[in-house]
């Protein structure tokens, strides 16, 4: 029996992340947190805390709405979640 894989992810995050050039386990030192809890947050299986998507947001110099925006996954395909789009400007 097969378990569908369902979570939310930060697809921003990912790629505020791979454009700056940071590497994780670089990062997590910067941030004080342990490089596997960092690795679940970028990957959709931990929700980080207001003061660490604050400080995660400084460290990329990101706004934090933006950078944590949710899609959300399943092994069929993507579906936007519609409570969580981005704010527009």
């Known amino acids: 029996m097969t378990v569908p ?6 697809p921003n995050l990912k790629l505020r992340i ?26 959709g299986f931990r929700e980080p805390s207001e003061d660490l998507r604050a400080r995660i947001a400084e460290l990329l110099h990101c ?5 944590f925006h949710k899609v959300f996954v399943t092994e069929e395909s993507p579906v936007m979640d519609s409570e969580l789009r981005p704010p527009s400007k």
């Open 18 to 43: 791979y454009t700056s050039g940071l590497r994780q386990n670089r990062m997590a030192k910067m941030l004080g947190i342990d490089e596997a809890h960092l690795s679940k947050i970028i990957n």
């Open 5 to 10: 894989i369902q979570r939310d992810i930060y």
């Open 63 to 67: 706004d934090s709405a933006w950078l």
